[in-house]
Each structure stands twice: as structure tokens, then as C-alpha cells.
């Protein structure tokens, strides 16, 4: 009943039948710049450090692994279940828990543990974003609970800006239910405009590029 | 029908504090906008106002087609779609789903809808706690006030209003650093979203091609309320659909930057719907309540709909220099500043709050910063024109009315026109060059002329110089 109010009353404001197609669109407006592989991790890792985030470029998967596991030795972590995780070896670094499939198992770890690690499905060069899809390679909570996030990223997912990632990524719910954009550290700003981070996600990013 | 609140403001003026603090965090959110939107920063500004513009209008004057298309995708991604007359709908359907579900606890998300129709209000007087979790927001749930600014709800609080809020309400030790009290927000929130049955938010846009509903923040706290409970219920106007995902290139690239002064927020969510089968969190269940609430009053009018087109983004707040000395809460609804000026008359009528259109020195910086190139100024003298026609029906400002009649009638006499003003000169006198002779105290022009000073009259009129220049000239 109130579906029928709103749409009749939006209908006759605007003067618009039930059914009626509507005037054309205005063309959607991407804009990509051309931008050499090394000159997007460049822009991508200056972007995240701007914000504060940190970002590493390894040379390899183990390299990867040896960053990762400076950053979370003698403290715990969840990974998620992303293969790039498993096949760096980082899954098997010591303190790190890896491959929980159930959604209260998840939530009790990623709330207990220092850091949150995953790959990531895009990354945008020109802000310095991270993005990730939820499915059951990345859950959601993994790079929000902890008070640290690492990604490990893939070169080639180095995409030169959003409007990139919209043109692969044309309709977002055909891929996932959720698709987040984290462009560095949780912050606020709320108090006297003065700027603190980790908030209520993870006051730490770190990003770090490994070939492919 | 309010009157035009002159103590309230008048305490603003002279709280020097509150000066500071307006002035000092507005002027920071002002230079942060400017750095990002310059030619050197992001040379395509002006063409992605004009996009954002071009594409709101369509969407806004296609709406029944988009608000279909979206319940449709939306519901094909297993979500559901509430259509709600007002406020009371939402908070029915909230209440009527937590009695379903005994459900207790909701965590909330930043929403201006929300607070439009004071929702926190109406859950709490059924005896469900609805805790606000943006940090700002959770401060002013706490002081129990409503937002300053659209964006920075608290701008208005220092770290020592904090200090006290927290120390009386949460029962905390006294803590005046504004890092240790983010701190404490974040440990008692924390709490709250893991307890949560419930996460309510608002949407910045409706995204009609994906039936996605988008979050954009910097704390994580919409992430949070949107993923950690079983429920997620997105409470959105119906002005907030866009046609397709791939606008939101356009609009995410002018929205943080615009509000403050972001290339991206920290967080941009685009959820569509509840956990799949293969995705191991995210909420079961998934509701857009999609809100009336008197927008299709504001629909109805051809010249003053692109008032829908707003993105909330809070820079014509920040620029306005009526906002800026008499702040946010002076405004008679939960918008403030020139996007509130012109809203609030529309949603309420004019002769609600017929002062508020006038609460304007019509300067135009709110129109040059919007990213959505929505006329403000046009709109508020729209607005005054109906407050005077409404008055006039009335029967009110007949003197007002009447002079303005006696001028147009004037103009239109060129002869009699130069012998009023040549009357009128010689009655109002003059003092070092200023008018001496009018009724200052008294009279109808008291208000106007307790500030104003009017200077003299030339000595000689324009029409006369001009005749004597063209007669020595011999023309």
C-alpha cells in the first residue's frame, strides 16, 4: 500500500505514467588514464603512505612471507582463506590461524587476534585503495576487527583508478554481496577536527606488492 | 510557525568559545576541500560537478522508473525492499522485525534520515537500546543533542565538552586527550557491535543497476554495524537512487572531497544484499527502508526539485557565512545551513519557519561549492517570494506590499519618478554624508535601520548630470 502511495505520488509530481520507459542517460563517464605497471605501484604505495598506511614491494612470495612475518612476530593473526596466502607460506607462519569457513569462529578469532591478513581482489593506484570482495576466500571481519591490517597484493591487480575498477567491475552485485574499498587506516576526525586513527577498523594497513 | 530564534542566536554570536570552534573547524574543512578540488589536484572538477548534475536530474526526474529497477535487482539479490509513507513506517517495521527476531540491541551507523525522524526516539520508547557508533554521533547520543553539522555532527564539542560527557556518562576517569577518548569510544562500541542483533544505516547512494546501497565513512563503524549482525536494515530517502554503479565513479570522487576534502573516505561499502551461500560473514538478512517522508512534496516542483539532488556532503555549510556565526543549531530542523535553508520551508511549508529564506545574505558561495550544482541562492529567493505571496494572502506585510506596488508603479513613470526622488532627497537631509533626518527609533524601518546607515543622496541626481553633460557637449 504505501509502495503504491509513493510511486503514484512520485508518478503525478513528475508527471510520468506507470510503466513509462524513461528519456535516455546521460553516457556513464570512466576516465582511465594509461599508466606503466611500475608507475602504478609507485602512485599506489606514495598514495597509501600519504594516508599513513605502510607498504613493502617484494621481489617474490617469499620475500612476502619474510615482511609478513616481521610484522606479526610474537603476535597472533588471522588470514584469510585467499590461495596467494597459502601458496607464500604466510598461512603456516607461526601464530597465524588460517582457514575458518564459519562465520561465530571468524568473529571470535579476527576479534582476539593483533592482525588480519589478506590478499586483495583490486587495488586502485591513484588513492591508494584496497579492494576486496567478501567470499569465501576474503571474509568481511578479517581486515576489520583486528587493530592491524596487512594485504598482500598481487601487481597486476594495480588498477590506475575507481573508474578502472568500475569498468571490470561494471555491476557489483553480479560478483559478491559486499565490495569495500579501504583507502588507509581507520580514522576520525570527530573531535576538534584533529585527526586520530583506528578508530573502529584497524589503525594499520600495510600493503605488500608481490609479482604476478 | 517559528519565529526567528533572535536570543538563541545571540548567545552563538557572543560565545566566543563556540565562535572558535565553528569558525576554526568549518575553516579547516573549507581548506581541505579547496586543496583537493583545485586545477592543479583534479583537473576535471568542473566537468564532474556537471556529470553529477546531468546525472541526479535524470535520475530525479525518472524516479518512479529507478526506485522500480531498484527494488527489483534488490530483491533478485535477496534483499527486500520496505517502502515507508514516513517516519512512523520505519519505526514500525523496525519494531515489529526485533519483536520477530527478540532482538534487543542495535548498533547504528551515521544517517541524517534517521535523525529526520528522530528514530533512536522511537525505538528506545519500546525498550530497544539503538547506541549510535560514529564517534561524533555517539558523543551527541550521549549529551542527548542533535547534530551541528552534516558531516561533523559534533563540531560544536571540545575535547573538554568530551572530557565531561564521558566522565558523567560512561562513568569513566576524567580523560581531556582526544586520542585516550577515542580510545574509550572505541573499547565500549566495541562491545556494543559484537553484541548487536541488529546494524541500522543510512545509504549515500542507491545504486538502481546493482541493487546495492552504498556506505561511505572513515572509522569503520558503518563496515561494522553492516557486517557483525545477523540483520542489516539500510533506511534511505527515495532521492538517493543513481542509475548505475559505474556513476559512482563520479560521485565518490566528489563526495569525500567535497566533505572532507578526501580523494576516497577510508571506507566506501557497496553491499548488495545478505551473505551468499559461499561467503562465510555478512548479515542473513538484508532490508532497504525506502523513505517518503515528504519528498515527493519537493518532486512536485518543477524549478526547486533539483533540491533532491543533494549528496549531503556539508560544504555549503562550511562556506556559508550565516552558518558560520550562528551555527547548527539555530536552524529549525536537523539541516542546517543553506542546504537546510531550502529544504526544511519545502518539507514543513514555508510559513513553518518563514524567516528562514531570509537567514541569508545570498553571497552564492554555497552554490559555487556544491557538488551538485544545485542553485541555492535561486531557490532561497524562490522561497522568499512565496513567504511574501503566502503573507500577502494573509493579509500581513500590507505595508510592505503597498510600497513595493507605489516603486514598480514609479518605475514605470519616468517623469514622476525623477520628481519623488527629488522630493524624497530633500526630505531625508543629510550629515557628512550620511542620512540624519529618518525615524531610527521608531517607525517601520527600525529593525532595518538600528543596523544600517544610509548615505545621503547625491547632490545631484544621475538623470540630471546627464542632461547638463550632454547640453555642455553639445550633443
Known sequence: ????????????????????????????????????????????????????????????????????????????????????????????????????????????????????????????????SIVL???????????????????????????????????????????????????????????????????????????????? | ?????????????????????????????????????????????????????????????????????????????GGRLVWCRDGTEVADFILKLAKDRGARLIVKSKSMTTEEIDLNERLERHGLEAVETDLGEYILQLAHERPYHIVAPALHKTRYDVADIFTKKLGVEREEVIEQQTLIARRVLRE????????????????????????????????????????????????????RAQDLAVFLKLLGRSATGQPLTVYTSVLSGPRRSDEIDGPDEFYVLLMDNGRTKLLADPEKRQSLYCI??????????????????????????????IITPQYHGVMGDPWLPFASSLCGACAEVCPVKIDLPKILLDLRAEVIKAKAREGKNRLEHLTFRLWAWLMRHPKLYEFAGAAGAGMLGGNEGWVDRLPIETGPLKAWLSER?????????????WRERRRSSGA
Open chain 1, 1 to 128: 500500500m504505501a509502495r503504491e502511495t509513493i510511486l503514484h505520488k512520485v508518478r503525478t509530481a513528475l508527471g510520468r505514467a506507470a510503466g513509462e520507459d524513461p528519456e535516455p542517460a546521460p553516457a556513464p563517464r570512466l576516465r582511465i588514464p594509461e599508466a606503466s605497471g611500475d608507475s602504478r605501484v609507485r602512485s599506489f604505495c606514495a598514495a597509501l603512505e600519504a594516508l599513513a598506511g605502510q607498504t613493502a614491494i617484494a621481489g617474490s612470495l617469499d620475500e612476502a612471507r619474510a615482511a609478513v612475518a616481521a610484522l606479526i612476530a610474537g603476535k597472533t593473526a588471522v588470514a584469510s582463506n585467499a590461495p596467494l596466502l597459502a601458496e607464500a607460506g604466510i598461512t603456516s607462519l607461526p601464530g597465524v590461524r588460517s582457514g575458518v569457513f564459519d562465520r561465530e569462529e571468524l568473529r571470535a578469532a579476527c576479534a582476539a587476534v593483533d592482525a588480519g591478513i589478506t590478499s586483495a581482489d583490486y587495488a586502485l593506484a591513484d588513492t591508494g
Open chain 2, 312 to 341: 549531503r556532503c556539508g560544504a555549503c555549510l562550511n562556506i556559508c557565512p550565516v552558518y558560520r556565526k550562528i551555527g547548527g543549531h539555530n536552524y529549525p530542523w536537523v539541516y542546517s545551513g543553506p542546504i537546510g535553508a
Open chain 2, 192 to 243: 556494543k557491535f559484537l553484541a548487536a542483533d541488529i546494524g541500522i544505516s543510512g545509504a549515500n547512494f542507491l545504486v538502481a543497476d546493482s541493487g546495492s546501497v552504498t556506505l561511505v565513512e572513515n572509522e569503520g563503524n558503518a563496515r561494522l554495524s553492516t557486517t557483525a549482525p545477523k540483520i542489516h536494515i539500510a533506511v534511505a530517502g527515495i532521492e538517493k537512487l543513481i542509475p
Open chain 2, 1 to 77: 510557525m517559528s519565529v526567528l530564534p533572535e536570543k538563541e542566536i545571540h548567545a552563538a554570536l557572543t560565545d566566543g568559545r563556540l565562535q572558535s570552534a565553528i569558525y576554526t573547524a568549518t575553516g579547516r574543512l573549507i581548506d581541505k576541500r579547496k586543496a583537493v578540488t583545485s586545477a592543479a589536484a583534479l583537473p576535471d572538477y568542473q566537468e564532474l560537478r556537471t556529470q553529477a548534475n546531468l546525472i541526479k536530474r535524470h535520475t530525479i526526474e525518472n524516479l518512479d522508473y529507478y526506485l522500480e529497477l531498484f527494488e527489483r535487482n534488490l530483491t533478485s539479490n
Open chain 2, 453 to 465: 546607515q544610509l548615505p545621503a543622496p547625491a547632490p545631484k541626481s544621475f538623470r540630471r548630470l
Open chain 1, 133 to 212: 570482495l567478501s567470499s569465501r576466500e576474503e571474509a568481511r571481519l578479517v581486515s576489520l576487527l583486528p587493530p592491524r591490517h596487512i594485504a598482500v597484493i598481487p601487481q597486476s591487480r594495480i588498477l590506475a583508478n575507481i573508474d578502472e575498477l568500475f569498468s571490470l567491475i561494471p555491476v557489483p552485485s553480479q560478483r559478491s554481496s559486499s565490495m569495500v574499498l579501504i583507502t588507509g587506516p581507520s580514522r576520525t576526525a570527530d573531535i576538534e577536527q584533529i585527526l586520530v586513527r583506528g578508530v573502529h577498523g584497524p589503525g594499520q594497513v600495510h600493503a605488500i606488492i608481490v609479482p604476478a
